[in-house]
């Protein structure tokens, strides 16, 4: 499993893929009190509508996430890996341009 997982993200020690994945883990422990903190902060409760609840979370969790992620990766020396993999990762919601022949 992690030989794939070496394989796909292009590295070659066991040691980076462990601070990879210590990044991932510390990133989504980090964004759960961080949603705790802003909801707290916008008195965002449990009689709060989930209709209020959801988009407020994907409006400030996931760039958050995004900001936690590059900070972590940074501290554990894997900014380049992680900065690579976001770029990958956002270039697949923005549409390609068609190239268009010249047929003249």
Same mark, same amino acid.
């Given at each position: 499993m992690f030989k794939k997982l070496k /394989?796909?993200?292009g590295i070659k020690s066991n040691f980076q893929l462990i601070l990879i994945l210590l990044v991932f883990s510390i990133?989504? =422990? /980090?964004s759960v009190y961080v949603k705790a903190l802003i909801f707290k902060l916008l008195k965002i409760d449990a009689d709060t509508s989930l209709w209020i609840k959801i988009p407020m979370y994907v409006v400030t969790i996931i760039p958050a996430y995004q900001v936690l992620l590059l900070l972590f990766a940074a501290l554990l020396g894997q900014f380049t890996f992680f900065y690579n993999f976001q770029k990958? =990762?956002?270039g697949r919601f923005i549409p390609k341009k068609k190239k268009v022949a010249d047929g003249a």
């Open positions: /394989a796909r993200w990133t989504g =422990s /980090a990958k =990762s956002f």
